[in-house]
């Protein structure tokens, strides 16, 4: 009597996609194609091809959830950091008026600047309303020392401060 032992199939090499050359047991995860240790790319969930990795690394405008904690912890320190500097500003050049407003604009960038450095320059809608929420944070924790003569004007820099930020990264 026999019996059927070719249960599996015999272990064997393809030949890379890429290197025709080269001989292979590996082959992409998503696309199956074989590939060599030459042409395979690491990416999160396991090996791709070179034409499956590329397309698994260019996520410019998916932003991972660790980017928007990174981003957001970046935005806080911008608007606390800011804020102090700016209180130290006002104390200094509260008597000018106009001119207390002006370090919106430094922080506008700062957000903007450190926010998209903090993502790998990435972009997203997520990370304008960070950016911006960077810069009114900013805003508020130094309005108590800002001069009231600031006034209308001040929120004029504020809305170019945060457009400044929100570009940036939107
Ligand atoms: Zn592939
Ligand atoms: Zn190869």
């Known amino acids: 009597m026999e019996q059927q032992t070719g249960t599996g199939e015999p272990p064997q090499t393809d030949h890379c996609n890429w290197h025709p050359h080269v001989e292979t047991a590996l082959s992409c995860g998503q696309c199956g194609r074989s590939m060599c240790t030459q042409c395979l790319v690491q990416v999160s969930v396991g090996i791709r091809c070179p034409e499956c990795g590329k397309a698994a690394k260019m996520p410019t405008f998916d932003v991972q959830p660790g980017y928007y ?5 970046v935005g806080v320190a911008v608007a606390i950091g800011g ?3 700016w209180i130290i500003f006002n104390l200094i050049f509260g008597g000018f008026g106009i001119l207390a407003s002006l370090p919106a604009l430094g922080v506008g960038y700062a957000a903007g600047e450190l926010i998209s450095a903090s993502v790998n320059a990435k972009r997203s809608k997520g990370l304008a309303y960070i950016a911006a929420g960077s810069v009114i944070g900013a805003y508020i924790i130094s309005l108590p020392s800002s001069p009231s003569t600031a006034g209308f004007f001040s929120l004029i820099v504020l809305a170019i401060a945060i457009y400044t930020a929100v570009q940036r990264v939107k």
């Not at 904690?69 to 912890?73: Q, S, Y």
């Open 69 to 73: 904690a990174k981003a957001a912890g």
């Open 83 to 85: 804020g102090v500097l």
